[in-house]
């Protein structure tokens, strides 16, 4: 068995697996939360240093604005800058990596992040986005984040990590490329498929890099590439970047999601499981009151620190309604609902029928399954509810 299979080996262990048990205080476990310390550094190195097996980004580590940003972040404060985002993103990336997988998405997206947000699930742009991937309200709604009074799944890193990576995903299957993908992802969809059409009308190579030379994308957008390859470059060829070297200050970090059943104070809980408050908000960064939301269609998971899970499990049990025993059946018949019969006149809308019978026409509508509003027609006879 070679490194490379070495390495791949290495990675599916320290990534793990997904799964839930939905049925009630039963944890959804993530196990992929867990890096496992490796003595051989090289080995342990490869959770960061897979993508450079198969690197997407190392043709372009020649062009100019590209290596303009290599020697940007390899000075003191670049440097600084990528190693606090990587010990941000300590217990969140074998996650990260194995919805990579999943998606079948390149490992160095791994890096986005870091371009991001820096991996603060708090980060908010001037433009108002929100969260460690940086999403639009507008952006955020169709990849299912709920953003209401009491959660903005935009800084919840689990949610937002599978939203962000559908995203990316359909991006590159609209484009048909990476980086084009990854351009759309900072500005816009439309943006860059019109200026795409605009190189394929003129018959030039219509990629990233030929917008670039012809200025086509706005000044953000034309460095947000670069950017991201010089920061994926640099994370390759530093060990000081390893999980082994970043992980002194994250002794445990791994997590547990419990289902919750309700409204539940976190400062308490918190409290009574005997985990940090700080610690405790950010890891459920995307809670915006200090209480878990009241049940809903879609159900929030509390992240704890796996060293707290039984004692989060007992606390939590005691907010899990008792099952109510099943009512007996009534033999009485529900009423069924009363209707009168009209047939339609000459000249007769369903707007005038409804006003002349004060109600709604859609409560004509509903109470004749097939009609057509705008088909009605002499002799029609049409069942109005009363």
């Given at each position: 068995?070679?490194?490379?299979?070495?390495?791949?080996?290495?990675?599916?262990?320290?990534?793990?697996?997904?799964?839930?048990?939905?049925?009630?205080?039963?944890?959804?476990?993530?196990?992929?939360?867990?890096?496992?310390?490796?003595?051989?550094?090289?080995?342990?190195?490869?959770?960061?240093?897979?993508?450079?097996?198969a690197?997407?980004?190392?043709p372009?580590?020649?062009?100019?604005?590209?290596?303009?940003?290599?020697?940007?972040?390899?000075?003191?404060?670049?440097?600084?800058f990528?190693?606090?985002?990587?010990?941000?993103?300590?217990?969140?990336?074998?996650?990260?990596?194995?919805?990579?997988?999943?998606?079948?998405?390149?490992?160095?997206?791994?890096?986005?992040?870091?371009?991001?947000?820096?991996?603060?699930?708090?980060?908010?742009?001037?433009?108002?986005?929100?969260?460690?991937?940086?999403?639009m309200?507008?952006?955020?709604?169709?990849?299912?984040?709920?953003?209401?009074?009491?959660?903005?799944?935009?800084?919840?890193?689990?949610?937002?990590?599978?939203?962000?990576?559908?995203?990316?995903?359909?991006?590159?299957?609209?484009?048909?490329?990476?980086?084009?993908?990854?351009?759309?992802?900072?500005?816009?969809?439309?943006?860059?498929?019109?200026?795409k059409?605009?190189?394929?009308?003129?018959?030039?190579?219509?990629?990233?890099w030929?917008?670039?030379?012809?200025?086509?994308?706005?000044?953000?957008?034309?460095?947000?590439?670069?950017?991201?390859?010089?920061?994926?470059h640099?994370?390759?060829?530093n060990?000081?970047?390893?999980?082994?070297?970043?992980?002194?200050?994250?002794?445990?970090?791994?997590?547990?999601?419990?289902?919750?059943?309700?409204?539940?104070?976190?400062?308490d809980?918190?409290?009574?499981?005997?985990?940090?408050?700080?610690?405790?908000?950010?890891?459920?960064?995307?809670?915006?009151?200090?209480?878990?939301?009241?049940?809903?269609?879609?159900?929030?998971?509390?992240?704890?620190?796996?060293?707290?899970?039984?004692?989060?499990?007992?606390?939590?049990?005691?907010?899990?309604?008792?099952?109510?025993?099943?009512?007996?059946?009534?033999?009485?018949?529900?009423?069924?609902?009363?209707?009168?019969?009209?047939?339609?006149?000459?000249?007769?809308?369903?707007i005038?029928?409804?006003?002349?019978?004060?109600?709604?026409?859609?409560?004509i509508?509903?109470?004749?399954?097939?009609?057509?509003?705008?088909?009605?027609?002499?002799?029609?006879?049409?069942?109005?509810?009363?």
């Amino acid at each position: 068995m070679n490194k490379i299979h070495w390495i791949f080996a290495y990675l599916f262990i320290a990534v793990g697996h997904l799964w839930a048990v939905p049925l009630g205080m039963q944890p959804m476990k993530i196990q992929a939360l867990r890096l496992e310390y490796v003595d051989d550094i090289d080995l342990a190195s490869s959770v960061f240093r897979l993508a450079s097996t198969a690197s997407y980004s190392r043709p372009y580590l020649r062009h100019r604005e590209v290596r303009r940003y290599i020697r940007y972040f390899r000075r003191k404060p670049g440097i600084r800058f990528i190693r606090e985002s990587l010990e941000r993103a300590m217990p969140y990336i074998p996650y990260i990596m194995r919805k990579l997988e999943e998606y079948d998405l390149p490992y160095e997206l791994l890096y986005l992040p870091i371009l991001e947000s820096g991996y603060r699930l708090h980060a908010i742009s001037p433009a108002k986005a929100v969260g460690p991937w940086q999403f639009m309200y507008t952006s955020a709604l169709p990849y299912g984040l709920v953003i209401d009074d009491w959660r903005d799944d935009r800084r919840d890193i689990v949610n937002a990590t599978d939203a962000a990576l559908r995203k990316i995903r359909d991006e590159i299957r609209v484009t048909g490329d990476l980086w084009l993908s990854l351009a759309a992802y900072n500005g816009g969809l439309t943006r860059v498929m019109r200026a795409k059409k605009e190189l394929e009308s003129m018959g030039m190579r219509a990629d990233f890099w030929a917008m670039f030379e012809n200025d086509m994308l706005p000044r953000e957008t034309m460095a947000y590439v670069p950017k991201f390859i010089a920061i994926s470059h640099i994370i390759r060829e530093n060990l000081q970047f390893s999980p082994n070297a970043l992980r002194k200050n994250h002794a445990d970090e791994s997590l547990v999601l419990l289902r919750s059943p309700g409204k539940i104070n976190l400062v308490d809980f918190a409290d009574s499981i005997g985990v940090d408050q700080s610690r405790f908000f950010t890891l459920n960064a995307g809670l915006i009151r200090g209480h878990t939301p009241p049940p809903s269609k879609k159900a929030y998971y509390i992240k704890v620190p796996v060293y707290a899970e039984d004692a989060a499990r007992d606390y939590l049990a005691r907010f899990v309604p008792k099952a109510q025993p099943k009512p007996k059946a009534k033999s009485i018949a529900a009423p069924k609902p009363a209707y009168r019969t009209y047939v339609v006149r000459r000249g007769d809308t369903l707007i005038a029928i409804s006003r002349r019978y004060k109600i709604h026409q859609s409560r004509i509508v509903r109470a004749n399954p097939g009609l057509r509003p705008s088909r009605i027609y002499p002799g029609q006879k049409i069942r109005i509810p009363v």
